[in-house]
Each structure stands twice: as structure tokens, then as C-alpha cells.
């Protein structure tokens, strides 16, 4: 139920911010607007808007097949509250990095809900690490993909020019891991056990 709640909002509020210019402007994240006029809250704007349809759809479906059942396993834990508030902090810890390097960079502009994304996609991996994702319809084993991900992420931000935020990438998904950690230790153990024997899935 939140996830189709998120998803709605994100691409009702995207489609708004195409329509109209000075709606984008004022919620993607610029730093300096946050240094000069405090405000906060592009810390988390930044993830409803999206540079266009192929930004949006990647990000909402991937929310839509791993979200829905990080949801289920969370909501006996959180409540559907908890959830909702689980995904916006992780939008606000996703981008905080990002925000930190270029604070004082009037040239500097992020968008997308994809920090938040990885952090739902990463504590999915936490529960289920041999599910197997398609990754351009190859179906990969979640924990090889994980691991290539972070691996592909950490190389980007350091050497990458495509415009794409990794940082938030990284982070995103370290939070869900710890999230989820937190909220229920016994994951740790359930994953240990599930790489040793993956047959247990």
C-alpha cells in the first residue's frame, strides 16, 4: 500500500515538474539554495522529480517489483508509517554525502528517487540474497549483482562523467543494510546461513 502510495506521488509530482519548469527548480537539489535560503527540504524534493520518463520508469519499477515485499517484511516491524518514513530517510541519507561535497557548487544539480530505490533493492538482497534479478533480461543471482553494483558504484563515482550520482547509489543501499540490520539483527545470521546453503534461498 505505501509503495503504490510512493510510486503515485513520485510520478504525479515528476509529470508536474516537466510541465512546469519553476516546480523542478525549486525541488531538485541545488546546494546553494539550501546554504543561502535554508531550504531544507530539497534534501528530500530531490527525490519525487526525474530528468525524464526512462529516469522515472527505471526507478518506480524496480520500487514496484522489490518494494512491495520489503514492505510486507517490514510492516510487522514498523507499521506502514515506519515504511514511509524508512524510504524518506533514506532519501536524506543517500543525498547528504552528495549534498556535503557540493555544498558551495552553484553548478550542481541531483535528482531521482534512486538513493531511496537502492536502499529498498539492498535489504531485499539482505533477505532473499540468492532471488535472481534480471539485469537486461539476464537473470543474475541478487548477492553476484550486489556485489557488482557496489563494485561498478564505487568505480563511477571516482572515475565516472555520466552525469549519474552514484554517491547517492552507495549510500543508499549501506543504509538499507543497516536499516535492516538494526531492526531485526537476526538477518545477519539468516543471511550467513542462506549464502553457506543456498538452497534454502
Not at 535489504?123 to 543474475?140: D, E, G, T
Not at 568505480?155 to 552525469?163: L, S
Not at 552507495?170 to 550467513?192: D, I, S
Request: aromatic share 16%; glycine share 8%.
Amino acid at each position: 500500500m505505501t509503495t503504490w502510495l510512493i510510486i503515485g506521488v513520485t510520478v504525479l509530482v515528476s509529470w508536474l515538474a516537466w510541465e512546469r519548469p519553476r516546480l523542478l527548480d525549486r525541488l531538485i537539489l541545488w546546494p546553494p539554495a539550501i546554504d543561502r535560503w535554508k531550504q531544507w527540504d530539497r534534501l528530500l524534493t530531490h527525490g519525487f522529480v526525474h530528468a525524464d520518463w526512462a529516469h522515472l520508469l527505471f526507478n518506480m519499477i524496480t520500487l514496484y517489483f522489490f518494494g512491495r515485499m520489503v514492505e510486507r517484511w517490514f510492516v510487522p516491524y514498523i507499521g506502514q508509517a515506519g515504511f514511509a518514513l524508512f524510504y524518506l530517510s533514506a532519501l536524506l541519507v543517500a543525498i547528504l554525502p552528495t549534498y556535503l561535497r557540493h555544498r558551495h557548487d552553484p553548478r550542481y544539480r541531483s535528482l531521482g528517487a534512486s538513493g531511496a530505490v537502492s536502499a529498498v533493492l539492498f535489504a531485499f538482497i539482505l533477505v532473499q540474497p540468492w532471488s535472481l534479478i534480471f539485469v537486461f533480461f539476464v537473470p543474475v543471482p541478487a548477492i553476484v549483482y550486489a556485489v557488482l553494483y557496489i563494485g561498478y558504484s564505487i568505480w563511477m563515482d571516482r572515475h565516472g562523467q555520466d552525469n549519474v550520482n552514484h554517491s547517492a547509489h552507495l549510500w543508499g543501499a549501506g543504509y538499507g543494510v543497516l536499516f535492516t540490520l538494526m531492526m531485526e539483527p537476526r538477518v545477519a545470521g539468516a543471511l550467513l546461513a542462506r549464502l553457506l546453503n543456498p538452497g534454502l534461498g
